[in-house]
């Protein structure tokens, strides 16, 4: 998660990536009717090709088996294809249901991140957003909207991508492993990846901070324009620095509620899927109190999945504005000053030592480093052999070593 967040995606040109030093073996999990035992596989490779934006980047990372590397993607041509160019007529024309799903996402994420980024310099009431546009030579676009030392938010990122090109075909064969639906070949096969994410980090150490990522994306087109392959991922979690159960409960009833509308296992699988992945194996603790967690969503007719998808985002000003405003004038000490920089240490950690995405961006060639490092806090600490204080921060150690159940 996190380099979820990126311009940079639009200047990569990815060629081979050097195997992690002495990386250990990732768990990774793909979903079909539910998520499937985890796997874990050998120290990672990163298959590399067109960089897309932090969201994007995900989608197309994510997917991505461990034991092939791939050569770079071949570039899209100066004009625009007829796909393309047909796309772009439809947008004039204005979206319908019908409209290809690629598309109608764009325009869910794009709409999603004004809504997001007008509630939150609502809840500010003093900074706002710096937009920062960005075009993709070989195709696409994105937006990355950035708040800094504002009244309420120390830093808020919230990005989207839209990015296009052809895959090559070894990295077509790595799709292939998590998606049998593709068809083994030799040809280059047309890509296209969306999405958004947002980090938020609140200067009082009572409000917590917030992350969310949904993102979508297909592969390949036959004789109707419909892509061969496409699937839905994203998720929000929450890390508070000092723990109150009802902002927990609030936080995971709303996102379950959004779940349950579509599918009464989805909140159960999802949650666990969220609290394996962002585990801080080296500390033996999460980066916070989770949320929801999802990947290679493909098991159902997309429109039904792209409405869970769009609830999920719709819901996430209900899930963390009552909690900032509830938080953010509180009065705090020195001591929960430190407190918060230390816990924002950890989620430094975990986003430079186990996030995929992450580590997809730093190890990329000619990658733009300040779009990668968007989701980082402005301000983190780390004390030599730190122990926290049992009274005072001991219920918020206790869940993150072994996650709680919020919704009986």
């Known amino acids: 998660m996190a380099a979820h967040l990126a311009r940079s995606s639009a200047r990569l040109t990815l060629s081979r990536v050097a195997h992690i030093a002495s990386s250990k073996p990732l768990h990774v999990r793909t979903y079909t009717s539910a998520p499937r035992a985890t796997s874990i596989r050998s120290p990672l490779r990163l298959a590399t090709f067109t960089a897309i934006g932090s969201a994007a980047a995900a989608a197309v990372y994510f997917s991505q088996p461990?034991?092939?590397?791939?050569?770079?993607?071949?570039?899209?041509?100066?004009?625009?294809?007829?796909?393309?160019?047909?796309?772009?007529?439809?947008?004039?024309k204005g979206l319908t249901k019908e409209s290809p799903m690629r598309l109608r996402m764009e325009e869910f994420v794009k709409k999603m991140q004004q809504d997001v980024t007008a509630g939150l310099e609502k809840v500010d009431g003093q900074a706002t957003f710096k937009v920062d546009r960005w075009t993709r030579a070989e195709g696409g676009d994105g937006i990355s909207m950035v708040l800094q030392d504002g009244k309420v938010f120390e830093k808020?990122?919230?990005?989207?991508?839209?990015?296009?090109?052809?895959?090559?075909?070894?990295?077509?064969?790595?799709m292939r492993a998590r998606h049998?639906?593709?068809?083994?070949?030799?040809?280059?096969?047309?890509?296209?990846?969306?999405?958004?994410?947002?980090?938020?980090?609140?200067?009082?150490?009572?409000?917590?901070?917030?992350?969310?990522?949904?993102?979508?994306?297909?592969?390949?087109?036959?004789?109707?324009?419909?892509?061969?392959?496409?699937?839905?991922?994203?998720?929000?979690?929450?890390?508070?620095?000092?723990?109150?159960?009802?902002?927990?409960?609030?936080?995971?009833?709303?996102?379950?509620?959004?779940?349950?509308?579509?599918?009464?296992?989805?909140?159960?699988?999802?949650?666990?899927?969220?609290?394996?992945?962002?585990?801080?194996?080296?500390?033996?603790?999460?980066?916070?109190?989770?949320?929801?967690?999802?990947?290679?969503?493909?098991?159902?007719?997309?429109?039904?999945?792209?409405?869970?998808?769009?609830?999920?985002?719709?819901?996430?000003?209900?899930?963390?504005?009552?909690?900032?405003?509830?938080?953010?004038?509180?009065?705090?000490?020195?001591?929960?000053?430190?407190?918060?920089?230390?816990?924002?240490?950890?989620y430094v950690e975990f986003n430079l030592v186990y996030d995929r995405g992450t580590k997809f961006g730093l190890l990329t060639p000619g990658s733009r480093i300040e779009s990668i490092m968007m989701s980082m806090p402005l301000t983190a600490r780390w004390e030599y052999m730190h122990e926290a204080d049992v009274k005072a921060h001991g219920s918020l150690m206790e869940v993150l070593r072994a996650p709680r159940e919020w919704i009986r």
């Open 66 to 92: 461990s034991s092939v590397q791939c050569e770079a993607p071949q570039p899209s041509p100066k004009t625009p294809s007829t796909a393309v160019q047909a796309d772009q007529e439809r947008k004039l």
């Open 156 to 174: 808020a990122g919230v990005a989207v991508s839209v990015v296009y090109g052809m895959l090559p075909p070894a990295a077509v064969a790595q």
């Open 180 to 346: 049998p639906n593709i068809a083994e070949s030799n040809e280059a096969l047309p890509f296209f990846a969306t999405g958004i994410s947002c980090v938020i980090h609140p200067h009082n150490p009572n409000a917590p901070t917030v992350h969310f990522n949904y993102r979508y994306f297909e592969l390949g087109s036959d004789e109707n324009g419909e892509p061969i392959s496409w699937w839905f991922g994203g998720g929000s979690d929450l890390t508070p620095t000092i723990l109150y159960e009802e902002d927990a409960v609030h936080f995971h009833q709303v996102i379950k509620d959004a779940c349950d509308r579509h599918d009464p296992q989805y909140y159960k699988d999802f949650k666990k899927w969220c609290d394996d992945y962002f585990f801080i194996q080296h500390r033996g603790e999460r980066r916070g109190i989770g949320g929801i967690f999802f990947d290679d969503l493909d098991n159902r007719p997309a429109d039904e999945l792209f409405a869970f998808v769009k609830d999920c985002g719709n819901s996430f000003l209900r899930q963390y504005v009552p909690i900032v405003e509830k938080r953010k004038d509180m009065s705090f000490t020195a001591e929960d000053r430190q407190w918060q920089q230390l816990r924002r240490g950890r």
